[in-house]
């Protein structure tokens, strides 16, 4: 079945420096790939997306390569913010959804930046 | 941009009474609502989707006649947990998609955590 793992939280790590949060999936065929971000008391926001093998999806300096060879989707930040704390979740979309895109999530990893 | 509102954002309640969450749609019309289950820790479950003015499609394992959605119009969605138990108490998200949005453009709500006591 399609299924989503990523790393086990808190990462807990210093203003600007480097984060990896990785994400490997199980699926059929080539499903979109998602990181969503929750800030406290907020709902999810998609932060990036990538719907073929080797699209590289970016924004607000976050970045993730979609590689079907290691079925990952890691997410990376070079410099990272106080503001950048929240949970990231990566998610997928089967190729097949029944007519619909529903989204399967992983656990979620809490990022907490320090000054 | 796009928002749902999700109330409440938080409830208590006595096990064997029930517990309405809703979500609306503020600034778009929301053809599809998605419901979501998160246990500490662990993913969101997808619950069940509804489309606006049909009977919502349950996932395998979900008990329909225990969490009742209605979506009888597209700025509003209904989950309903019937004769609550404390193994009901989660996290529940719903998640929105719009007419003539981007098929990945889902917009969440906020989340209500149900304690069951």
């Known amino acids: 079945g399609n299924s989503v793992t990523q790393m086990e939280g808190p990462v807990t790590l210093s203003e600007e420096a480097f984060l990896t949060i990785n994400c490997t999936y199980t699926?059929?065929?080539?499903?979109?790939l998602f990181w969503y971000v929750q800030y406290p008391g907020e709902g999810l926001q998609l932060l990036l997306k990538?719907?073929?093998?080797?699209d590289k999806g970016s924004n607000k300096g976050f970045e993730a390569t979609y590689r079907k060879e290691t079925t990952s989707f890691h997410l990376e930040k070079g410099s990272v913010q106080v503001s950048d704390s929240a949970v990231y979740f990566c998610?997928?979309?089967?190729?097949?959804?029944?007519?619909?895109?529903?989204?399967?999530f992983g656990a979620g990893t809490r990022l907490a930046v320090h000054p | 941009g796009a928002v749902v509102s999700q109330h409440p954002s938080w409830v208590i309640c006595k096990s064997g009474t029930s517990v309405k969450i809703e979500c609306r749609s503020l600034?778009?019309?929301?053809?599809?609502m998605f419901w979501y289950r998160q246990f500490p820790k662990q993913s969101l479950m997808l619950m069940a989707t509804?489309?606006?003015?049909?009977?919502?499609?349950?996932e395998q394992g979900v008990e329909k006649d225990k969490f009742l959605i209605n979506h009888a119009s597209l700025t509003l969605s209904t989950l309903t947990v019937t004769s609550a138990h404390p193994e009901d108490s989660s996290f529940y998200i719903c998640?929105?998609?719009?007419?003539?949005?981007?098929?990945?453009?889902?917009?969440f709500g906020s989340g209500t955590r149900l304690t069951v006591v």
């Open positions: 998640s929105a998609l719009g007419q003539g949005t981007d098929n990945y453009g889902y917009t």
């Open positions: 699926a059929t065929g080539y499903p979109s």
């Open positions: 990538a719907t073929k093998a080797d």
């Open positions: 998610a997928l979309s089967p190729a097949f959804s029944g007519g619909y895109n529903k989204l399967i």
């Open positions: 600034d778009f019309q929301a053809t599809t």
């Open positions: 509804s489309n606006e003015g049909s009977k919502a499609t349950y």
